[in-house]
């Protein structure tokens, strides 16, 4: 009986294997078909596509609403090739190609043209190697010497594609670059009145914690996310198409069967070598941000040494230099360690474990029968296993390139991270959602109401706050109700103890910080300009100094000469500076070339150049002498200019109608501001205060005389 079925086994084995090979192509089809499904759903799905599960979406969603009741825009932080890269790189994406006749679309298009022809070029140069041995196993010179002319041949488009694709890879990363610094620098700075009008660029540092370092993002960040964007293209696309045509060729040479098995083998090695990969994204955004925050350690050395040369903090400095330094090159380190064993393993599973795979494969033809092909001479044999060898060993190429490419788009993650927070931030900002660390007064429920509130700011030609509180950034409140009215040509100084909200009142008329309550009437911001006491000075010529922030061409479509200039600048006898530093195109470090007195002088030419409705001088005229200071302080008025100072010099009081005194505690004056009555009050007080400085040095000698006389037994009444 089980010889009868043993029998029974055998027959139908034989009539499979005799319908296989009778319908072997048809089979070889399908599972070819198959095979390349899988290949490329696998690695496709393999780079790391993980969607944010429900319970996750949920909680992100609770704490994104949770923040923004609150006024704070945060953002996840977590870099991960999931699908919040894929979200983030979808919004930057549309950036950089906005259309499919863009420059940079045409680009891709072309990309992707030079990548199939390289690759067709490839799959020729394996079969022509193939020959090129079969000639030589037959010792067939004529053959031969045709295989080596094509081989030459072939490699004049061969270098071509390559140059090119090179080419236009970077061009593509410029053109990335481009786009992407031309819309951050829109919302950054703006490119027309409102978006201007939003103060972007000061908002972004001084009303929100997120971005410490703008000017690293924007050149350093985006520059690494364009490359790699640009080169991710090419080592993604261009291995998925090599791995999906060589294995289809594989597949007509060698039999799907065997790609069956190398497949099975190969997508084990490679989810343990994806298993196994550190988390390069995470490490790129850090060494990002540790980089970015070095050279901001520079930037503020290089900005401040000044006082910390005269403070002789170097060796403070080069403490906290050097420790930013340290963290550095630690992380650094490690990456460096994890790269290391990660290649060992990488370029053990990929080249060997693979390599070893693929020559096996290559062999099934050779060492068995395979159904349905009929057997070959030697020659043929040899150029097969070549033929079949080179494809595969291209394929294996191709497959690692792609596990690769999972450590580049991990790095991509990275530098998409960086610059989406960038982009994430300046959107936030824009619609006022600011993520500031607060002071602890600051959760106080009293406290807590007055920043939930917003006022209301209304345009006018007056100056006029209606219960305003005065808030700063960080959540202090300063003032919780200031009211005060400013007519045109009503000149108002501001007085009080420094940190009481002097400053604080300028940025709010400038449109700088947000109104938490209230109503302000006031000017457009072009209206304002202001003073400090250490001017800013931008880069260019002498005249830019003045005109600042005009043009050469917007000062003479108002029809103003540069003789009108030399007229501004003598009204604060700065003219000899023209001639001095050689002409108005002169280009210097302004603020090294100029003393803070000659500093404060441009400024006050650069005022007498706008003409605006408000000047805020803010200790505007602490480094010129007295006579000067009354000299444009009068122009002034004649220009018809409304000047808000702030200043502690008595001889300033008697140009101004209106005077706001802080107390410090919160409290505040506003009244009508009596000059000649004031000055008396104040010239008694010093003359009462030196009075009072001499009461001890007289009782001393009081008491010195009282021992006198004691001694000498004499009283003194």
Same mark, same amino acid.
């Given at each position: 009986?089980?010889?009868? %079925? ?46 944010? &599960?429900?319970?996750? &979406? ?45 420059? +940079? ?6 990309? &992707? ?58 061009? $593509? ?12 620098? #829109? ?5 027309? #009145? ?40 090419? %080592? ?82 080069k403490m906290l230099v050097e420790r930013e330094y340290a963290g550095l090159i630690k992380h650094e380190n490690r990456v460096l360690r994890h790269r290391w064993w990660h290649a060992c393993v990488e370029e053990g599973i990929i080249k060997w474990l693979w390599g070893a795979y693929g020559l096996c494969i290559c062999a099934i033809p050779v060492f068995f029968r395979i159904p349905g092909v009929e057997n070959f001479d030697l020659g043929s044999r040899t150029q097969g296993f070549v033929t079949n060898r080179r494809l595969l060993l291209s394929a294996s190429d191709a497959f690692g390139r792609v596990m690769y490419s999972y450590k580049e788009l991990s790095e ?36 807590? +109401? ?10 006018? +030609? ?11 950034? %960080? ?93 501004? $600048? ?18 210097? /470090? ?28 803010? /200790?505007?005229? &602490? ?86 006389? +004691? ?7």
């Open positions: 009986m089980s010889v009868h %079925n043993s029998l029974l086994n055998n027959e139908r084995i034989r009539r499979l294997a005799s319908f296989y090979g009778a319908n072997r192509p048809m089979f070889q089809r399908g599972i070819t078909f198959a095979l390349i499904v899988y290949g490329f759903s696998s690695m496709t799905g393999g780079l790391g596509t993980k969607s944010l &599960s429900s319970k996750s &979406s949920r909680k992100g969603k609770g704490k994104q609403k949770e923040g923004e009741q609150e006024g704070v825009g945060r953002k996840s932080t977590r870099v991960a090739v999931d699908a919040v890269f894929y979200q983030r790189l979808s919004a930057i994406l549309r950036i950089v190609i906005p259309s499919i006749r863009s420059k +940079e679309a045409l680009l891709l298009v072309m990309h &992707s043209s030079l990548l199939v022809f390289r690759t067709i070029i490839s799959l020729y140069v394996a079969a022509l190697d193939g020959k090129i041995v079969a000639s030589l196993v037959r010792a067939q010179p004529v053959p031969f010497l045709l295989n080596i002319l094509r081989w030459l041949l072939v490699a004049i488009p061969a270098t071509w594609t390559n140059s090119w694709l090179s080419y236009v890879q970077n061009k $593509l990363a410029l053109a990335y670059r481009t786009r992407l610094t031309e819309a951050v620098m #829109k919302q950054y700075l703006g490119d027309d #009145k409102e978006e201007q009008d939003l103060k972007v660029f000061y908002k972004l540092a001084n009303l929100d914690d997120r971005i410490k370092n703008p000017d690293q993002m924007i050149t350093h960040d985006i520059q690494r996310f364009s490359t790699h964007l640009a080169a991710i293209y090419a %080592n993604l696309a261009k291995p998925v198409l090599d791995v999906l045509l060589y294995n289809y060729q594989l597949a007509q040479n060698v039999g799907a069967e065997g790609l069956v098995l190398l497949t099975v083998l190969v997508q084990l090695s490679a989810a343990l070598l994806r298993a196994l990969t550190p988390p390069f994204g995470t490490y790129a955004a850090m060494s990002a941000q540790l980089s970015g925050n070095l050279r901001h350690s520079h930037s503020r050395l290089a900005e401040f040494s000044e006082e910390v040369a005269f403070f002789g903090g170097e060796e403070t400095e991509l993650a990275g530098h998409t991270s960086r610059v989406s927070l960038l982009l994430e931030t300046m959107e936030d900002v824009r619609k006022g959602k600011f993520d500031k660390a607060l002071v602890s007064s600051a959760s106080v429920e009293e406290n807590a +109401e007055i920043l939930k509130g917003r006022g209301t700011v209304i345009e006018s +030609e007056e100056i006029q706050f209606e219960n305003v509180p005065i808030v700063t950034p %960080n959540g202090d409140i300063l003032i919780r109700s200031l009211s005060f009215y400013v007519k045109p040509g009503q000149h108002l100084l501001i007085v009080g103890p420094n940190g009481c909200g002097k400053s604080s009142l300028f940025r709010i008329l400038g449109g700088l910080w947000p109104v938490y309550g209230g109503i302000v009437r006031k000017p457009p911001a072009s209206q304002f300009i202001l003073i400090p006491q250490r001017p800013y000075l931008s880069l260019g010529t002498l005249r830019d100094q003045v005109i600042y922030p005009h043009s050469k061409d917007d000062m003479v479509s108002r029809g103003i000469t540069d003789e009108d200039l030399m007229a501004v $600048l003598s009204v604060v006898e700065m003219d000899h500076i023209v001639e001095r530093e050689g002409g108005w195109d002169a280009a210097r /470090e302004w603020r090294e070339a100029l003393s803070g007195g000659d500093q404060q002088k441009i400024a006050w030419a650069r005022l007498f150049y706008h003409k605006p409705k408000y000047a805020v001088l803010d /200790e505007a005229t &602490s480094l010129v002498p007295p006579e000067m200071e009354g000299r444009m302080m009068e122009q002034a008025t004649c220009l018809g200019i409304t000047l808000l100072t702030v200043s502690h010099r008595p001889s300033l009081w008697k140009y101004h109608a209106m005077i706001l005194q802080y107390d410090g505690q919160g409290g505040y004056v506003f009244t009508k501001l009596d000059a000649e009555r004031r000055l008396a009050l104040q010239q008694e007080k010093e003359a009462l205060d030196a009075r009072l400085l001499e009461v001890p040095k007289m009782r001393a000698r009081l008491t010195e005389l009282q021992s006198v006389a +004691e001694e000498r037994g004499t009283l003194v009444r």
